[in-house]
């Protein structure tokens, strides 16, 4: 029902800043809540981010408060990740996914775009 596409991510020194975008076709974002998922070497898929369908709504994990700030432009159908204050751990390919609900679970998202990568640097 929508694809999903990340773009954004690359190689920064620790306390920089990237925005992820989460570019979508087909149904709009308007239609679905969004989440923002990460995964480093090893280790398992971790939430990050969500946001509402209606924008209204958003939620962090705990070690990206602060620093992170997900949002919307439904003009442009992209949802972003602004990634602030970045710190190695942060590394991760970083994926947007979409679905009918707002949950922090992956199996709850039905859609999925392909990752970025995003490595922080020390």
């Known amino acids: 029902q929508v694809q999903l596409v990340e773009s954004g991510g690359g190689l920064v020194q620790a306390g920089g800043s990237l925005r992820l975008s989460c570019a979508a076709s087909g149904r709009t974002f308007t239609s679905y809540n969004v989440g923002w998922f990460r995964q480093a070497p090893g280790k398992d898929r971790e939430f990050v981010a969500r946001?509402?369908?209606?924008?209204?709504?958003?939620y962090y994990t705990d070690s990206v408060k602060g620093r992170f700030t997900i949002s919307k432009d439904n003009a442009k159908n992209t949802v972003y990740l602004q990634m602030n204050s970045l710190k190695p751990e942060d590394t991760a390919v970083y994926s947007c996914a979409a679905g009918a609900l707002l949950a922090t679970r992956p199996s709850h998202y039905a859609y999925w775009g392909q990752g970025t990568q995003v490595t922080v640097s020390s």
């Open positions: 946001i509402s369908w209606s924008g209204s709504t958003t």
